[in-house]
């Protein structure tokens, strides 16, 4: 089955540090790949996707993730950390042709002044 | 408007009660979603409905019963509460490679 991994329940950075959030999926066929952020007591947001095409994928707030199928990752960069970056970012992956979303645990960022 | 609505926001019930949960999608999708949100954050995948036809019902007890009147609805029913099914309740509605969210449905029984 298809599973997805988030390393680092919890990451912290100062503000304008770079930010690095990893993901990792299971699947031999790659799969359709997005991250959410959802920020306290709201639903979740679509940051960015990739389906197809160019690997580096560029999203809203200045975050971009690139697709590495030799590493079977989708890790999550920002490359200034702002305090109102400070949310659980969740990636998720389906399988081409499905609908059914499979979300990761979820990473807490911390960004301090 | 928004995408996808929930109501109520808010739900605290005792142990027993049945209560339900609505949601309405205006993006004109076919696909709709039920996810439970744990304390821990972690989110599970409950119920998929594909044009009012049930397409995923993960390993979740049958005291949760999916109604989806028309496409662009699809309520939560929820029977005998249970302690353990203090969550955040999301509904989502998909279209290709995307879901779109609503704000959430937070439970608590008592």
């Known amino acids: 089955a298809q599973s997805v991994t988030q390393l680092g329940s919890h990451v912290s950075v100062s503000e304008g540090a770079l930010v690095l959030l990893r993901c990792n999926y299971s699947?031999?066929?790659?799969?359709?790949l997005f991250w959410y952020v959802q920020y306290p007591n709201q639903g979740l947001q679509l940051l960015l996707k990739y389906t197809t095409g160019a690997t580096l994928v560029k999203g809203i707030n200045g975050f971009e993730a690139e697709f590495k199928k030799s590493e079977t990752s989708f890790h999550l960069t920002k490359p200034s950390a702002h305090m109102s970056d400070a949310a659980e970012y969740f990636c998720?992956?389906?399988?081409?042709?499905?609908?059914?979303?499979?979300f990761g645990t979820g990473t807490r960022l911390q960004v301090f002044p | 408007d928004t995408a996808v609505s929930q109501t109520p926001k808010y739900l605290v019930t005792q142990m027993g009660n049945d209560k339900s949960i609505k949601c309405e999608q205006n993006l004109g999708h076919d696909t709709m979603y039920w996810y439970k949100q744990d304390s821990k954050k972690f989110l599970k995948i409950m119920f998929s409905y594909n044009n009012k036809e049930l397409i995923i019902n993960e390993t979740v007890p049958n005291r949760f019963s999916p109604k989806s009147p028309d496409k662009a609805h699809l309520n939560l029913h929820i029977n005998s509460l249970e302690l353990g099914d203090s969550a955040v309740y999301f509904c989502?509605?998909?279209?290709?490679?995307?879901?779109?969210f609503g704000q959430g449905t937070r439970l608590t029984v008592v």
């Open positions: 699947s031999s066929v790659p799969p359709y």
């Open positions: 989502a509605s998909a279209s290709t490679a995307e879901a779109f």
């Open positions: 998720a992956v389906s399988d081409r042709g499905t609908d059914k979303l499979i």
